[in-house]
């Protein structure tokens, strides 16, 4: 079974401050998404990483993949209290019928003070 | 929007009482998923389809739980005899089956299911 650890599990900041959410496994996935969610909706998707050591920015979220592709970061420069949610890190595995198939990591909770 | 539709989006039933929850993917999708959500945690994968063939149930799904999709479109959820433990919010997502493209997987709003 493979499993997503993330961490920390809540953070709370005040706003400007800068953050990092980290994800980690000891299995390889094929790909990474990062989801943001606010209570009561659904994930929204965030980015989507695929290639070892890929770094991808959106806005004031950079999004990293690690070498081996078992663990990936989520940083925030300047957080703002519209980052406040849960972000949650996902898995996905090539092959078999499993493909597709995502694994969640637990999330983190975050509240940014004004 | 041509987004993963979910609905009902809150329903509140007495244990013992069925459900059922509908998802309309997104139109082009080929690949539908169900997940369930506890206040707090991540999603866990419950079942998906590839059209219209079901690939793979989660041990999560017990015999009370049975999803469909018919003619490769829309899904439903059906939940028997329902337990307070199955109080959660169920999430329904698709995707393409690209394998090289790292198959992105859209999210619904979900269904939030409270058994009383």
């Known amino acids: 079974t493979q499993l997503l650890e993330q961490s920390p599990q809540f953070l709370s900041i005040q706003e400007g401050e800068n953050l990092t959410v980290y994800c980690n496994s000891s299995?390889?996935?094929?790909?990474l998404q990062w989801y943001r969610q606010e209570p009561g909706e659904g994930p929204v998707l965030l980015v989507t990483v695929v290639t070892g050591g890929e770094v991808k920015k959106l806005k004031r979220l950079t999004f990293q993949f690690g070498d081996a592709r078992k663990d990936s970061s989520l940083h925030i420069t300047a957080a703002q209290p519209g980052d406040t949610g849960l972000y949650l890190c996902a898995g996905t595995n090539a092959g078999g019928t499993s493909y597709g198939k995502l694994t969640f990591g637990q999330g983190t909770i975050l509240t940014v003070h004004p | 929007d041509t987004g993963v539709s979910q609905n009902p989006r809150h329903k509140i039933t007495k244990r013992g009482q069925n459900v059922t929850f509908r998802c309309d993917p997104i139109?082009?999708?080929?690949?539908l998923y169900w997940y369930r959500q506890t206040l707090g945690q991540g999603p866990e994968f419950l079942t998906y389809f590839q059209n219209e063939a079901q690939l793979e149930k989660s041990r999560l799904l017990s015999d009370r739980f049975s999803a469909e999709r018919p003619k490769g479109s829309f899904s439903t959820l059906e939940i028997q005899r329902t337990e307070q433990g199955d109080s959660a919010m169920y999430l329904c997502?698709?995707?393409?089956?690209?394998?090289?493209?790292?198959?992105?997987?859209?999210f619904g709003e979900g269904s939030w299911l409270t058994v009383v």
């Open positions: 299995s390889v996935f094929s790909s």
């Open positions: 997502a698709s995707s393409f089956s690209a394998p090289l493209s790292g198959n992105t997987i859209y």
């Open positions: 139109s082009e999708h080929n690949r």
